[in-house]
Every structure is written in C-alpha cells, then in structure tokens.
C-alpha cells in the first residue's frame, strides 16, 4: 500500500466507448503524474500536475484527456481510444519536483 | 535524444550479490532514481543519487558517476522475493525537473 490508489483496476472498452481512470492520493504531496506502461517498453509520461496545474504534456494525443481539480485527485478521461493504447496506466504523485513518487497498482486496460 | 540502457534479463543465485548497470544519456542530470516492481504490482522506490558515489541502505546499494553517466543497483544476500524488475530512471536538467525518463527496465530471476 503506498497511499495512492487508483481505480479501476481492470477495464475493457471498445474503441467508441468513453470512460475515465481515477487516482487519489493520500500522502499530501502537490504533484501527480500519469505514465502507460507497455510490455517490454519503458515508462512513458503522460501528464504532470503540479499545484492542480498542467506543467508537462508529452505528445499525448487529444484522445486521452486529464483532469485535475484538486491536489489528491486526478483523472484521465479516454474516448475513441485505438487497440495500441491497451496497456498499464500508472498514477503516481512526489512531494515537490525533485521528490520521489509513489506509484499506484495501475489500471491495465484493454481496448477491442 | 534521451535515453536509459540497462540489460534486459539477470539471473543470481539466492544469497549472492548482482549488479545492475545502468548508462544514460540526458540533456543535463538532475538525479537518478532505482524502483523495484514486481509482476503485476506497480514500482515501488528503492534508491536516489544525485552525487557521485555509493549510497547504502540495507542489503541494497546505488552508486551513480555523472561523469560518465553511469550507475549501478547492487544487491547483496540474494532472497526470492527479490525477483522483480527493476527500473532505472533519471531526472534530466532541462525541463525543471518533473520529467523522468525511464529505462525498460531489468528483470531479475533469483534461483534457489
């Protein structure tokens, strides 16, 4: 248990469906970070928040869309998704930049 | 470009040391970070350079050179349990610290 969690941890969708991914943490840090994960393949960042602000936006395509409305909440709302995008999508969140993070169980998605 | 090299696979025997290696290639250096993640489970934080040299805690070891953008994870008294993969990843300078780059990854099998 490293006090974020994230919900949920299974979701199988089809490529017209929209849904969202939840992360809350509860260790009172003021960053949270979205990574997927593929097999084989290094962590990928997605998003960062610092102080509930957009600070990092790596290329991700429109598809995946964050939300962050407050420090220990954050979202990662999907639609029109493509089968590439199945993978483990992580949450994490640090203390500060420079802070080690703190990753969630992930939600592994799957997308036909 | 940026990148993390590390190997792919490791094999130890239960009560040994290993090394893991790691080489990067950033766009300024920022600290170097080693997580441990287990099948299925998400990375867990092991250990953090931002000076040269060997930083212990417990049976595990990090050692990191800037100079020559290189570090190794070294694990002593080998258990199962420490079957995992483990990630090297690396803060560049440029971005103001909230990007992490991460390697692939090296998957350790500890036999009995």
């Known amino acids: 248990e490293t006090g974020v969690t994230q919900t949920p941890r299974h979701l199988v969708m089809g490529m017209t469906n929209k849904k969202s991914l939840k992360c809350e943490q509860h260790l009172g840090h003021n960053a949270m970070y979205w990574y997927k994960q593929s097999a084989k393949k290094p962590l990928e960042l997605m998003f960062v928040?610092?102080?509930?602000?957009?600070?990092e936006n790596n290329s991700v395509p429109s598809r995946f869309s964050p939300e962050c409305p407050n420090s220990s909440h954050l979202f990662l709302h999907l639609h029109t998704l493509q089968p590439e995008d199945s993978a483990l999508y992580l949450c994490a969140s640090s203390q500060d930049r420079n802070g080690k993070q703190f990753f969630g169980p992930g939600t592994r998605l799957t997308v036909l | 470009g940026q990148n993390i090299d590390q190997p792919t696979e490791m094999t130890a025997t239960e009560g040994a040391i290993v090394q893991i290696n790691c080489t990067y290639q950033t766009s300024g250096f920022n600290g170097l970070f080693w997580y441990q993640q287990h099948a299925g489970e998400a990375p867990t934080f092991l250990s953090y350079n931002v000076l040269d040299g060997l930083e212990e805690k417990g049976r595990f070891s990090s050692f990191l050179s800037r100079s020559k953008g290189y570090s190794y994870l070294l694990l002593k008294e080998l258990q199962m349990k420490d079957s995992a993969s483990y990630l090297c990843a690396v803060r560049p300078g440029n971005t103001g610290g909230f990007k992490t780059i991460f390697g692939a990854g090296t998957r350790l099998f500890v036999k009995a």
């Open positions: 928040y610092s102080l509930e602000e957009r600070v």
